[in-house]
């Protein structure tokens, strides 16, 4: 399955990611990745569980479990202003609330992105697109892959030459999780079981043949 086709289904685990178009950037500030983590959790964070995540100049990648399908009915109904379409959500078949619901995640994540756009583009005085269409996403099933994706994810600084080890960039989730703070939009306690405790977590993320 092509990787803009997986659906994101409530409940299952999926690499998010996505790049700029051609060389632009998309971070030029510091202020500009904390913005672009602001709109995240507003956006994002109430239908996701967030693994990690870390942010390029050109490019960002999110690891994230949707929520489960009660939660993200809920986050719909919320936000739906629109009664001919709460109508209709009401009469649908569970397979075709699944999908309904798939299509919201999938705008949600649309309308972070347009979002950020727009608010780029007036600070730069640009126009036009700014990520690659559609996001990028993968299914991800096994825990291994899991894990391994997490080490990637904290890695790409490091592949893409920006710095020497993963704690030494500053725009990715490997200072969250190491913190010891359980108040962050990451699910940090989930991500350390996954790597059995802290000090297997740093242990990996130091050992980049591990990866």
Partial sequence: MKDYIA???PGSIFHIYNRANGNEKLFSTPENYKYFL???QQ???PIVNTYCYCLLPNHFHFLVQCKEENIIEKHFLDNCKNIQTLIG???LSGFEKEQFLS???SRQFSNWLNGYTQAYNKQQKRKGSLFMRPFKRVSISEERHLINV???IHFNPVEAGLCIQPEKWENSSYHLIISGKENSFINRSAVIEYF???ENFVYCHNNSELV
């Fill in 7 to 9: 659906p994101l289904v």
């Fill in 38 to 40: 602001r709109q995240y």
């Fill in 43 to 45: 956006y994002i964070s």
């Fill in 89 to 91: 959500f009401g009469n």
């Fill in 103 to 105: 299509n919201h995640i």
């Fill in 150 to 152: 997490i080490r990637y």
């Fill in 196 to 198: 059995e405790d802290l």
